[in-house]
Nanobody, 125 residues
């Protein structure tokens, strides 16, 4: 098993940046696909970004491509979501999850086995 804890959320003006952290305890991240999802008020949880088990492949939702980046610190067993040029539409609770499903299914949140508690990101206009 793995336990996930997100941090780094906050309030930022449009155009600003935040870096979210997803720290894992238990098994190493190397055993899982790590995905970031978000849920905005009144909307379903949606895929944001993912990092494969080896750390060499990434994927991003079209809405965040070229603005967000995902990376991993093996020594800290932590995955980061760097968010730049934030927009009000990015306002949501952000969750990281861990999955053992194939990389091709990385966008399917119901296949993720473990989730963090979420961290709120609010972008003001």
């Amino acid at each position: 098993q793995v336990q996930l804890v997100e941090s780094g959320g906050g309030v930022v003006q449009a155009g600003g940046s935040l870096r979210l952290s997803c720290a894992a305890t238990g098994r190493s991240f190397s055993n899982y696909i790590i995905g970031w999802f978000r849920r905005a008020p009144g909307r379903e949880r949606e895929f944001v970004a993912a990092l494969n088990k080896g750390g060499g492949s990434t994927d991003f939702a079209d809405s965040v491509k070229f603005r967000f980046d995902i990376s991993r610190d093996r020594a800290k067993n932590t995955v980061y979501l760097q968010m730049d040029n934030l927009k009000p539409d990015d306002t949501a609770v952000y969750y990281c999850g861990a999955a053992t499903s194939p990389w091709g299914l990385r966008g399917k949140d119901d296949l993720y086995l473990y989730w963090g508690q979420g961290t709120q990101v609010t972008v003001s206009s």
